[in-house]
């Protein structure tokens, strides 16, 4: 491989690796966390709607943040 051969599959690789470091990977947590709030809103049955909504952002952001990914 010549010398631009191996610059371009550098710059490739750099940018994947940004691409699903900065965009796809916190779609996929953020997906994730989205699924895990809903699902403690499914076995809350019990809870006020105002009460629901606070349980849904506290158990979205607690996920988030365990994750490594801050709002």
Known sequence: ????????????LILGSWFYWFQYRPSKIRAECA???KEFIRDSKDLSFS??????????KNCLR?????E
Do not use: C, D, F, Q
């Open 35 to 37: 699924e895990k709030a």
């Open 66 to 70: 365990s994750k490594g990914i801050s």
């Open 1 to 12: 491989m010549n010398r631009i051969t191996k610059l371009a599959i550098l710059v490739l």
């Open 51 to 60: 009460e629901g909504i606070a349980g849904y952002e506290l158990v979205y």
